[in-house]
C-alpha cells in the first residue's frame, strides 16, 4: 500500500512558475514509477508526466514539453513537478500516481496509488 499526499498547488499569474511535490508513504517508493496527471473542469483525466522508479527516464505530453521537469528523490520519498511558463490552460487539478514496476506509461489505467490531487489556478 502506497500513500501519496500532494502539495505546492495555488493561484499565479501567466508565465510564472510552481513547483508541486508529491510525499509518498512506504519504504519500497524506489520500486514504483511515478506520474503527474492533471484533470480540469468537464474533462476527462490526462496524462502530463511520468518518470521511471531510478530517474532514468521520463516522458512529457507535448503541451508541456520544455516548461516542465519531473523529478524523483528516492531518499525523500518525493516525486516534483516543476512548472514555468505557465499558461492559464494549465489550470487543472493535479494528481500524483504510483505505478509498480519498472515501465513508465501515459495510461492512467496503468496507475496503482492516486494522490487526494491540488489545484492549480493560472489567471490571465
Known amino acids: 500500500q502506497v500513500q501519496l499526499v500532494e502539495s505546492g498547488g495555488g493561484l499565479v499569474q501567466a508565465g510564472g512558475s510552481l513547483r508541486l511535490s508529491c510525499a509518498a508513504s512506504?519504504?519500497?517508493?524506489?520500486?514504483?514509477?511515478m506520474g503527474w496527471f492533471r484533470q480540469a473542469p468537464a474533462k476527462e483525466r490526462e496524462f502530463v508526466a511520468a518518470i521511471a522508479r531510478n530517474g532514468a527516464s521520463t516522458h512529457y505530453e507535448n503541451s508541456v514539453k520544455g516548461r516542465f521537469t519531473i523529478s524523483r528523490d528516492n531518499a525523500k520519498n518525493t516525486v516534483y513537478l516543476q512548472m514555468n511558463s505557465l499558461k492559464p490552460e494549465d489550470t487543472a487539478v493535479y494528481y500524483c500516481?504510483?505505478?509498480?514496476?519498472?515501465?513508465?506509461?501515459?495510461?492512467?489505467?496503468?496507475?496503482?496509488?492516486w494522490g487526494q490531487g491540488t489545484q492549480v489556478t493560472v489567471s490571465s
Open positions: 500516481a504510483a505505478e509498480y514496476g519498472m515501465f513508465v506509461h501515459t495510461q492512467k489505467e496503468k496507475y496503482d496509488y
Open positions: 512506504g519504504r519500497t517508493f524506489s520500486s514504483y514509477a
